[in-house]
């Protein structure tokens, strides 16, 4: 069986890291002289514009791979019902992410292998780089967003599982 990049005990430690950063940053700032109330104001309003670029770009992850998987079930449509849980699961991650903001666009459809367990492989790579990045992303989330993040990274790692190694490919 091959193991994926992205473990439970790798997410984890990333969400730990970004605790502790979090937990440092805010002993930083209350120790800094001169931060009034002015400052305090200015940093929340950065976290929160930070939060939410991050946000957007990890829905827009989510909503470049399920291009991907509507690419790859319009090329292969034997492929739709093995790939249709998994679509429905991407799609209300990206929901997820986006939260309030705008719906915003993937890009163009990508190209799909003609062959069937090639177009598989190629989408088992796209989920595990999205995953990858949405791990990557906890270290400078807040709290409630990598809970939500880890929870999306987990699900693409089970879905790279899935594409793979968790039924014979057909």
Do not use: N
Not at 38 to 44: E, L, Y
Request: aromatic fraction near 2%; include cysteine.
């Amino acid at each position: 069986m091959r193991r994926t990049e992205t473990t439970r005990r790798g997410a984890l430690a990333a969400t730990g890291a970004a605790a502790v950063a979090l937990l440092t940053g805010g002993c930083a700032e209350d120790s800094a002289p001169g931060g009034g109330e002015g400052s305090t104001a200015d940093a929340v309003a950065a976290a929160l514009r930070a939060e939410a670029g991050l946000r957007k770009r990890s829905a827009r992850t989510r909503r470049t791979l399920l291009a991907h998987y509507d690419a790859v079930i319009a090329a292969h449509p034997s492929a739709a019902e093995r790939l249709e849980p998994l679509r429905e699961a991407v799609a209300r991650q990206a929901d997820a992410l986006r939260g309030e903001g705008a719906a915003g666009r993937a890009g163009a459809p990508p190209p799909v292998a003609g062959e069937h367990r090639a177009a598989l492989k190629e989408l088992a790579a796209e989920e595990q780089r999205a995953a990858d990045a949405h791990t990557a992303a906890l270290v400078e989330a807040p709290p409630e967003l990598a809970r939500l993040l880890a929870s999306v990274a987990a699900a693409g790692a089970a879905h790279v599982y899935l594409l793979t190694e968790g039924s014979d490919g057909r």
